[in-house]
T-cell receptor
C-alpha cells in the first residue's frame, strides 16, 4: 500500500517578523519541557527548556510559554532570521520521583520557513 | 567541545545484511539514548542507557535490533538482519542526568538505507 508520511504544520514568516510555534503536549504529569531545532541533515539542537513550576522563560531572542491548564507550550522567536528556518520540535519529560528519568517524548514538529 | 559523535554518517546496505551503528557520547555524560527518525513516525526512542546499563528498551522494534554499551564512551546499535523498513536516520544522544537539566545532546545521525 501507499505510505503516508507525517503532515507537519508549517509556518512561513518574513525576515524580521516574530514567530510563534505551538505545541500541545500529551501527559499532564510531565514536568519538564524542551524545544529543539533541527536543520536539514543535522541532529536536533537544544534551544530552550522550562520546568512545570514556571510559565515563562526567556533566552536570547526566544521565549517559551507554558500553559499547564490546557497542556500547551509555545516558542516565540523574535526578529526571525533566515537562519532560523528549520523544523522545531517540542519534547516533554516526566521526572520520576524527583530523579531525572530523561525519557523525552517528542512532538511531530513544525516547519518554519523564513523568507528574506 | 566535541559533541556526540556518530559513525558512519551514511550507510547503504542490502536487505539481510548486518548493520552496526556507532556512537561516542559526550565525555562525562552518564546517559545515552538511541532514537530513530522517519517521515512516518517522527522521532522515536529505541533504547536508553544509564551508567552503561540498559534502562528502557521498550522502543526497540523487534529482536533484530540490539544495542550495547560496553563502556561509558561507546555504544553500538546493531540490526541483524536488516530490512528495507529499517531505512531511517538513527540518532544517538547523551545527557548528564541527575543534574538540573535533562536536556539531550544529539549527534548528527546515521542515514541508513536498506535496499
Amino acid at each position: 500500500g501507499e505510505s503516508v508520511g507525517l503532515h507537519l504544520p508549517t509556518l512561513s514568516v518574513q525576515e524580521g517578523d516574530n514567530s510563534i510555534i505551538n505545541c500541545a503536549y500529551s501527559n499532564s504529569a510531565s514536568d519538564y519541557f524542551i524545544w529543539y531545532k533541527q536543520e536539514s541533515g543535522k541532529g536536533p539542537q537544544f534551544i530552550i527548556d522550562i520546568r512545570s513550576n514556571m510559565d515563562k522563560r526567556q533566552g536570547q531572542r526566544v521565549t517559551v510559554l507554558l500553559n499547564k491548564t490546557v497542556k500547551h507550550l509555545s516558542l516565540q522567536i523574535a526578529a526571525t532570521q533566515p537562519g532560523d528556518s528549520a523544523v522545531y520540535f517540542c519534547a516533554e519529560n516526566l521526572s520520576a520521583g524527583g530523579t531525572s528519568y530523561g525519557k523525552l517524548t517528542f512532538g511531530q514538529g513544525t516547519i518554519l520557513t523564513v523568507h528574506p | 567541545d566535541a559533541g556526540v559523535i556518530q559513525s558512519p554518517r551514511h550507510e547503504v546496505t542490502e536487505m539481510g545484511q548486518e548493520v552496526t551503528l556507532r556512537c561516542k557520547p559526550i565525555s562525562g555524560h552518564n546517559s545515552l539514548f538511541w532514537y530513530r527518525q522517519t517521515m512516518m513516525r517522527g522521532l522515536e526512542l529505541l533504547i536508553y542507557f544509564n551508567n552503561n546499563v540498559p534502562i528502557d528498551d521498550s522502543g526497540m522494534p523487534e529482536d533484530r535490533f540490539s544495542a550495547k554499551m560496553p563502556n561509558a564512551s561507546f555504544s553500538t546499535l546493531k540490526i541483524q538482519p536488516s530490512e528495507p523498513r529499517d531505512s531511517a536516520v538513527y540518532f544517538c544522544a547523551s545527557s548528564a542526568l541527575g543534574g538540573l537539566s535533562e536536556k539531550l545532546f544529539f549527534g548528527s545521525g546515521t542515514q541508513l538505507s536498506v535496499l
